[in-house]
């Protein structure tokens, strides 16, 4: 019987655990160390830094199973899904680490051990192939020496794609970060065993696949494309899951092991179908609910930007696979029950998020299916009457733009029908809005080795202690490590032990001073620099020297205010999923010493009621004075006692596990109270929306929230004054007022109205006979601007036929109008009256033929001459 997918990977980690290695837990699909990167692609993202030495890790060799996602960014899988029988979008990267201990031959020798050995996986070696980077004679030297596989299995490749370093067999991150040249081995999963993996042809890729990739990792490659050369050279190997259990359970594609076809039964059977003839379209919804629900679990949100926009496409081409295969209603998010049940061993993130996972699912299928069918018509359209076989740019880009329809997605409508698409065409089209979706992109190119590269560790003192005695470790000015700083200087001060808390959790750096003999240091923020604190600030006196003994102060008020921010918001966090259910997911705090801001995952905004029964609940917790407790415990029991660990967030083995009596427990490294009474009040000063789905609570508490409601109080007291009301009648009294001002509104427009009437009759005697048509010029007094629009309309009825001006002075400025009825337009044009009068009185004109003002001319004595010079000017016009 061969193994389960399960089984496989508990055995790879077991083989390593035999050999010294450390199992450490897979980290999030997004980068915590590498703003760079889209999604963690690679068993070695969250070792990234510890490559390259800008952080450490407790073990020199770990070995773990490590979620990935490839789409989009560097290396994007996304398009062959579905078409080759090893791609996917999700998928488990199995891999074994050393940071700076073993090397090539102890890296090649296991993975030979574990694949070969009949203790392991016994594979049959005739089967397997190499491949090593061309030059790379030691590792050559390796696998025919040191295992003994012969020189006609083993293939050099070198810089095959384009240019230097660039190859198969040279394996980097991404376009910086830790990179070096490395050695796959290939199965060959077909009848004819000697065919290498370079002689099968592209549509019989399948057939010869990569399944181990050991990478040497001795380079830092930076963003001009130079590299150094690593201090410690290291070793980072990937072998896909779903590629060896294929190998292992002797099936010929990713889709055919136990875990894909469990997951697609259950899939066929929620969906009532029970053929096979779509299989390419179950291939694609089993593979793309897989990285969805990770995504989603991970923190990801469709949207129309960056991670959001590549989630946003998975589910939008799965969404149309189920339409392709005839799923009328709303079925994707019904796939995370199975899910779960095939992945139970890994899908712990997916279980606690079930609810809030389908519910993204369900609403971005919903929103998109409203608009695909109509979509698909008008790409069937289009598609018929092609005159070639090339879709047009522009066609391809209103789609995208009016029916939410992806490049990617049209494309592969297209290719299904041995059709191309103008991808330059939709480019250009696209430019614009292209610029504005990954506008968040070129944020993320911020050049990462430009920063403070330090190697201690702090022993951080202050949960306990604000004041501690401490020696200077290392000082950095400008990023350069230096030796002494003198007054007046501005540097960043490291220190055996500190109590300062670095900015983390969302909690901001502590501020306070360093003081030695003589010698101030002002510390203004704290900040971490991988495992060290660094206390940035200014020197106000004396010197300060590596060596030096000082004590470090922290400013006791400022961190007290904070604490009691801090454990409200695990108070508030608690109790808006009892309000409005477990679906709250924190989405980004702010914790400083005035106030704290909460952003969280809801559909809409609180009610009023629900607002209040938030405040109810967290100050209720703040009465009972619960002991707050900070202890340090493994991670998988703290997470099976079900305390809340954030999005993002890489974990250690051992955590800090702050819990609020029975009512909150949260994996957080922030500074807190020792009891809820500390906190005082609780006061919720606003709630809005950041993003789509997205609310923000922004709250205060202790003596600041007594501050703001006393402001309040002062303020409803300073109305009340004002409208002469009291605590009883205050409500009636303003509504009342609000009633009668409403009632006064409508007066005054009667009155203006009956006045507009009266001038206009008044007026229209005024009009004069001009070449048998009506000339009216008039100024008029006690009338305001607003007015002279309605006035112009009567007169212009009254009179039937005529061409009218009027104008009014009012606080120094002239307005002016000029009408034309509709028979006179042909001859003369309001417009160029209004101009004509604006030259010579000033201010701005504008309009039509039959209506134009002017308005803000100041030349007040120049206004009656040029009401006057209307008659001779429409005279010699009409
Ligand atoms: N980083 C290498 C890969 O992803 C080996 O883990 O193939």
């Known amino acids: 019987m061969s193994k389960s997918t399960d089984e496989i990977r508990q055995t790879f980690l077991n083989f390593f655990h035999t050999k010294g290695h450390q199992i450490i837990s897979s980290s999030s699909l997004i980068p915590d160390n590498d703003p760079t990167m889209l999604f963690t692609n690679a068993g070695m993202v969250q070792f990234k830094n510890v490559f390259i030495g800008q952080d450490r890790c407790d073990y020199k060799r770990v070995t773990t ?11 994007n899988d996304l398009e062959n899904v579905g078409y080759t029988a090893r791609h996917h979008t999700f998928f488990e990267m199995l891999g074994n680490f050393s940071f700076g201990d073993y090397f ?4 090649i020798s296991y993975a030979w051990e574990l694949l070969t050995s009949n203790q392991w996986f016994n594979l049959p070696k005739e089967r397997l192939w190499i491949t090593v980077y061309e030059n790379d004679d030691e590792t050559l030297g390796i696998w025919k020496n040191n295992i003994g596989v ?6 050099c490749i070198g810089n095959n794609k384009g240019d230097a370093y660039s190859s198969d067999n040279f394996w980097q991150m991404g376009d910086t970060g830790p990179c070096g040249p ?8 077909g009848d004819d065993i000697s065919k290498n993996p370079l002689s099968v042809s592209e549509d019989n890729r399948d057939q010869c696949i990569e399944i181990w990739n050991i990478v040497f990792i001795q380079f830092n490659r930076h963003p001009d494309g130079s590299m150094t050369l690593l201090k410690k050279p290291s070793i980072d190997t990937g ?13 010929h594609s990713n889709y055919e092991i136990d875990l894909f076809k469990k997951l697609i039964n259950r899939i066929k059977k929620i969906i009532g179908l029970d053929d096979d003839f779509h299989s390419q379209s179950l291939y694609v919804i089993a593979d793309h609910i897989r990285s969805c629900a990770f995504l989603i679990a991970d923190g990801v949100i469709p949207s129309n930007a960056y991670r959001g926009y590549v989630l946003r496409r998975i589910i939008r081409r799965a969404v149309r696979h189920g339409n392709k295969i005839g799923i009328k209603e709303t079925f994707f998010y019904r796939f995370i029950t199975p899910l779960i049940e095939v992945m139970d061993h890994v899908a712990n993130n997916i279980k606690y998020k079930q609810v809030y996972i389908e519910n993204i699912l369900k609403e971005e299928e919903e929103q998109f299916s409203k608009i695909l069918t109509r979509g698909l018509v008008i790409l069937d359209e289009k598609l018929s009457n092609l005159t070639n076989n090339t879709v047009d740019g522009q066609t391809v880009f209103d789609l995208y733009d009016t029916f939410g329809f992806p490049m990617d997605l049209t494309e592969e409508i297209c290719r299904e029908r041995n059709l191309k698409i103008d991808k330059n065409g939709f480019e250009i089209a696209m430019k614009q809005q292209r610029q504005r979706a990954y506008r968040a992109e070129n944020i993320f190119k911020a050049n990462y080795n430009n920063t403070i590269c330090i190697d201690i560790e702090s022993n951080f003192k202050g ?3 604000l004041n501690v005695d401490s020696t200077v470790q290392a000082i950095f000015v400008n990023c350069q490590k230096v030796h002494q700083i003198f007054s007046g200087q501005n540097a960043v001060v490291f220190l055996n032990e500190t109590p300062f808390y670095s900015e983390s959790s969302g909690q901001i750096g502590d501020t306070g001073i360093l003081i030695g003999n003589n010698t101030e240091f002002n510390v203004e923020n704290t900040q971490k620099y991988n495992k060290a604190i660094g206390h940035i600030g200014q020197l106000k006196t004396g010197n300060l020297c590596i060596g030096d003994h000082i004590n470090a102060q922290v400013n006791e008020v400022r961190r007290k205010c904070i604490s009691l921010n801090h454990s409200a918001t695990h108070l508030l966090h608690t109790a808006l999923r009892e309000v409005l259910g477990e679906h709250v997911v924190q989405k980004g705090s702010l914790i400083n010493d005035k106030y704290l801001r909460f952003d969280f995952f809801h559909f809409e905004a609180l009610t009023p009621q629900q607002i209040c029964n938030i405040e109810n609940i967290v100050n209720k917790q703040i009465r009972y004075n619960l002991k707050v407790k900070n202890e340090i415990v493994n991670f998988d029991i703290a ?25 909150s427990s949260e994996l957080c490294t922030g500074t807190h109270v020792m009891r809820t009474g500390e906190i005082g009040l609780f006061f919720i000063q606003s709630e809005s929306s950041v993003a789509m789905k997205v609310r923000r609570i922004e709250a205060f508490t202790g003596e600041i929230a007594l501050e703001q409601v006393h402001f309040q109080k002062r303020q409803i007291q300073d109305v009340m004054r004002l409208v002469k009301a009291n605590q009883s009648n205050f409500k009636e009294k303003i509504c009342s007022m609000l009633d009668y001002l409403r009632t006064l509104e409508k007066e005054l427009k009667e009155f203006q109205e009956q006045h507009v009437i009266r001038e206009s009759i008044v007026l229209s005697k005024k009009a004069v006979e001009l070449k048998s048509t009506k000339l009216l010029v008039s100024k008029l007094e006690d009338v305001k601007p607003t007015m002279l629009r309605n006035i112009m309309d009567k007169l212009k009825a009254q009179l039937g036929s005529a061409i009218i001006v009027l104008a009014i002075v009012s606080k120094g400025k002239i307005s002016l109008i000029a009408g034309i009825t509709p028979d006179l337009t042909k001859k003369i044009q309001a417009i160029d009256l209004i101009n004509e009068l604006v030259k010579k009185v000033g201010g701005k004109g504008g309009g039509r033929p039959d209506i134009a003002q002017a308005g803000g001319g100041m030349n007040i004595q120049a206004l009656g001459n040029a009401l006057s010079s209307v008659h001779t000017w429409v005279n010699n016009r009409l």
């Open 65 to 75: 199973s490590q979620r990935c996602v490839r789409a989009g960014g560097k290396h």
């Open 104 to 107: 090539k031959k102890e890296a």
């Open 150 to 155: 012969a020189t006609d299995r083993i293939i």
């Open 182 to 189: 490395c050695t796959e081995i290939f199965y060959n999963h």
């Open 239 to 251: 072998m896909g899951l779903e590629r060896l259990a294929a190998v292992l359970q002797n099936v």
């Open 463 to 465: 949960y306990e202690q």
């Open 639 to 663: 997470k099976k006692k079900g305390a809340i660990a954030l999005f993002g967030e890489k974990y250690d083995q051992y955590v800090r596990l702050l819990t609020i009596g029975n009512f």
